[in-house]
C-alpha cells in the first residue's frame, strides 16, 4: 500500500500451554501474516492464568517469554499486550509485574498495559503506571484502555503523564462493549493541552474530516456530541455565551475549532439571545433590522413553547429571518389542501392529497397519491412546483424523524417533525410541530421546499 508512516501489525495470543512455538498454531499465523510487527496479547492478571487458561504461573510466564522471543528472534518487532494488567496489579502486583518483565527480557520493543475490563480511575492508572515505570528499565510503556467507567480518554492522558509512550485506541472510540479510547479526543488532548507532537498540524486539522470518514465506512452515526470533531463541539446557544463569542471568540472556547477541522456554529432555541440571530444572520447573509431581530427571537420562543425546535432546523431558522423582511416574497402560497385516506375492499389502502397553491399570479390546483399522507403531500406540491421550479426535480428528501413530545396525551400528543433534505452535495434541515402529525409534516415540508427554491433561485 506504500504506507508512509504506519505500519501493519498483526495480532493474536500467546503459544497455549504446554505448546512448541514451531508449531503452535496462533504463533504460525502470526508469523505467517508477514508483516513488520507483531502484537502478542498474554495474561497479567493471576485469576485468568488460573481459571481461565487453566495452568500454572510459572507456565504462563513461560508463554509470555517463548512467544515473544519466538517472534523477536525472526525479525519482527514485537508488541506485548499485558491483558488485564491493572485488575491483576491490583490483586497481585508482583506477578502482575513478572508478566511485563518476562516480556520485555525476551525481546518486546515495547509492554503495553492493558485495562481490559474499562474499570479503573485515573489515579489508579497513574500511580500504576509510575511503578511500573520505575522497575521496568528502558522498555517503552504503552496503554490501552476502555470507557466501560468513562475514563478511557482520561486514563490513557493520565498513564502519558506518569511516563507511557505509546497510546492504543480507535477512531471515535469505536470498540468492545462502550468503547475504546477515542483517539479524536486523546491526539488533540495530548498535541494541544499536553505539548506532545504525535502528528503534524496539517494532519490535526484533517482529524473531523477522518472522523467523520471513519463513521461513514463503519455505517454509524457520526456523533455531535463528540469533543473536538462532533458538529456541537464548538455550537453556542446560551445568549450570554454568543454575545462575548462575537467580542472576542477565546471567552466561550478551549481552541480555535480550525485546528481540529472543525467550526464555531451559533444555535438558535429559546434559550437565545438577539446576539445569535445576529450572528446567524451574518453568517447566511441576510440583513435584518434590531427589531426584525427581536420580532424573530420571540416568534421562535413562542413555537419552541409549541414543540418546535430550530437547533437542528437551521434552514428553518434562515426562512424565518428573511420574512422578516417586508420585501420578502414567499415563492408560493398555500391556499388548500386536503387528504383522503380510502380502504378498499380487497384490503388495499389508498392516499390521495390535493394541494392548491398561489405561485405568482397563479393558482395551481393538483392531486397525487402516495403510500401514507405525508409521501402524497410531498408528491401533490412538487407536482404544483415543477412547472414554475424546474430545479426542484433534484431535491430528494433524505430523512423524515417523527417524535412525540408528549405521550401522556396518547393520540392528542403534539408531534415534532424534522425533514433533512438534499440537493446534490448539500444538505438542510426544517422543522414542524403540532397536535396534527399531518399539520406538523406540512409545516416542514414547506420549509424544505421555499429552502430549495431560494438556493435555485440564487444559483
Not at 380487497?346 to 398561489?358: H, L, M, S
Request: some cysteine.
Amino acid at each position: 500500500m506504500g504506507l508512509k508512516q504506519a505500519k501493519i501489525a498483526a495480532f493474536g495470543s500467546t503459544r497455549r500451554k504446554e505448546s512448541d512455538c514451531a508449531t503452535d498454531p496462533n504463533i504460525r499465523a502470526l508469523l505467517d501474516a508477514q508483516t513488520p510487527v507483531v502484537t502478542i496479547v498474554g495474561k497479567s492478571w493471576d485469576l485468568h492464568v488460573t481459571d481461565v487458561l487453566e495452568t500454572t504461573h510459572e507456565e504462563n510466564l513461560a508463554m509470555i517469554g517463548d512467544s515473544v522471543a519466538y517472534c523477536h528472534g525472526r525479525g519482527r518487532e514485537v508488541i506485548y499486550d499485558a491483558e488485564h494488567f491493572f485488575d491483576g496489579y491490583k490483586a497481585n502486583p508482583e506477578y502482575a509485574l513478572a508478566t511485563v518483565q518476562t516480556a520485555a527480557l525476551s525481546g518486546a520493543s515495547a509492554v503495553v498495559l492493558c485495562d481490559t475490563n474499562g474499570g479503573s480511575l485515573p489515579w489508579e492508572v497513574e500511580q500504576i503506571v509510575g511503578e511500573v515505570r520505575q522497575k521496568l528499565g528502558n522498555t517503552p510503556i504503552g496503554i490501552h484502555t476502555h470507557d466501560d467507567s468513562g475514563c478511557g480518554v482520561a486514563n490513557t492522558l493520565a498513564a502519558v503523564r506518569a511516563g507511557a509512550r505509546q497510546v492504543q485506541g480507535t477512531i471515535n472510540g469505536y470498540g468492545e462493549r462502550v468503547a475504546n479510547a477515542n483517539l479524536c479526543a486523546v491526539i488533540p488532548d495530548l498535541q494541544l493541552k499536553m505539548g506532545f507532537e504525535c502528528v503534524t498540524a496539517e494532519n490535526l486539522a484533517k482529524l473531523r474530516e477522518l472522523s467523520r470518514y471513519v463513521s461513514e465506512i463503519a455505517n454509524l452515526v457520526h456523533d455531535d456530541h463528540w469533543p473536538y470533531v462532533g458538529a456541537s463541539a464548538f455550537a453556542h446557544k446560551g445568549g450570554i455565551h454568543v454575545a462575548a463569542m462575537l467580542k472576542n471568540e477565546a471567552s466561550y472556547q478551549h481552541i480555535d475549532p480550525i485546528l481540529v477541522g472543525n467550526e464555531r456554529r451559533t444555535v438558535v432555541s429559546e434559550l437565545s439571545g438577539r446576539g445569535n440571530l445576529v450572528d446567524k444572520a451574518q453568517e447566511f447573509g441576510v440583513g435584518v433590522t434590531g427589531k426584525q431581530t427581536a420580532e424573530v427571537l420571540q416568534r421562535i420562543k413562542e413555537l419552541e413553547a409549541q414543540g418546535f425546535t430550530f437547533e437542528s432546523a437551521e434552514a428553518s431558522v434562515e426562512l424565518m429571518l428573511r420574512r422578516a423582511n417586508p420585501a420578502y416574497v414567499p415563492a408560493f402560497e398555500l391556499q388548500d389542501m386536503w387528504i383522503m385516506m380510502q380502504r378498499r375492499g380487497n384490503g388495499r389502502i389508498v392516499v390521495e392529497a390535493t394541494v392548491k397553491v398561489r405561485v405568482g399570479p397563479k393558482i395551481m390546483h393538483t392531486v397525487a397519491s402516495g403510500n401514507g399522507p405525508v409521501n402524497a403531500l410531498d408528491k401533490a406540491l412538487r407536482k404544483a412546483l415543477l412547472d414554475v421550479y424546474p430545479a426542484l426535480s433534484a431535491v430528494k428528501l433524505a430523512d423524515y424523524k417523527v417524535r412525540i413530545l408528549d405521550g401522556d396525551n396518547a393520540t392528542a400528543a403534539t408531534t415534532r417533525v424534522l425533514i433533512d433534505t438534499r440537493m446534490g452535495n448539500e444538505t438542510w434541515s426544517t422543522v414542524g410541530a403540532s397536535t396534527n402529525i399531518i399539520e406538523a409534516s406540512w409545516y416542514a415540508l414547506v420549509d424544505s421546499m421555499e429552502y430549495a427554491i431560494m438556493k435555485t433561485s440564487k444559483s
